[in-house]
């Protein structure tokens, strides 16, 4: 790489670190080796930089949240939510309101495996606003993030604030399938399987008055599997 690298321009040394950092992500993908995840940061680390110069700065960022991601499956959670901070900043300074998605996405469920709950929500609840105004009309944007919303307020036990939140996540995701005109996304799936375990634990109250009221912990174990 370092050969190919040499006395050439930015733009073709980008190409070639995007090449190489590429492969190792798909390696990574493919195998789950630590190795792959280790390689890969490293070159985004370099290519980081090589992009600012070419004024990609949406590509920018998005390879920040890479290099976060792949730091959150190395258990190295200070580094990568530094990533995640500056892709923020990336997409605030040039108005890339899909960065702050992705990057409030990613340091709220860094902050929810953390146990800071409320920052973690909101942080959550400003990605799923980002998702609706993102700048590349992309419907997936907010399917992941309402995927992560339901999860993180099913871990606290917010049943009330989830149930408009999974029939939103129904209708977009069968929207998504027409869209698609191939049969039936995933997300689809999974938004029945959300509705499934939201009516069990709500059926679960209304049925057994030991379990008391939506918000009881032991209906809700049932739904943490989302």
């Not at 993908?29 to 070159?43: I, N, P």
């Not at 700048?135 to 309402?146: G, I, K, Q, T, W």
Request: hydrophobic share 45%; glycine share 8%.
């Amino acid at each position: 790489m370092e050969e190919l690298m040499a006395l050439r321009s930015d733009e073709s040394c980008h190409g070639i670190v995007k090449a190489f950092s590429t492969a190792h992500h798909m390696g990574f993908q493919a195998t789950g080796s630590k190795d792959h995840a280790r390689s890969c940061v490293g070159l985004l680390e370099r290519r980081i930089p090589l992009i600012g110069k070419l004024q990609l700065f949406r590509d920018q960022g998005a390879a920040m949240c890479d290099a976060a991601d792949l730091l959150l499956a190395l258990q190295r959670d200070s580094e990568a939510a530094i990533w995640f901070q500056r892709a923020r900043d990336v997409g605030a300074a040039h108005g890339f309101i899909s960065l702050e998605r992705t990057a409030c996405m990613g340091i709220g469920r860094a902050a929810m495996e953390e146990g800071r709950h409320e920052e973690g929500l909101a942080l959550l609840r400003n990605a799923l606003v980002a998702a609706e105004l993102n700048e590349l009309d992309n419907p997936r944007y907010e399917l992941d993030a309402l995927k992560s919303l339901i999860f993180a307020l099913v871990t606290t036990k917010s049943i009330d604030e989830v149930e408009p939140l999974v029939l939103r996540y129904r209708e977009a995701a069968k929207a998504q399938s027409e869209k698609e005109g191939a049969g039936v996304c995933f997300e689809e799936f999974e938004s029945l399987l959300c509705s499934a375990r939201l009516h069990e634990v709500l059926c679960l109250c209304l049925c057994n008055p030991q379990l008391g009221t939506p918000f009881h912990g032991s209906a809700l174990a049932s739904c943490t599997s989302i």
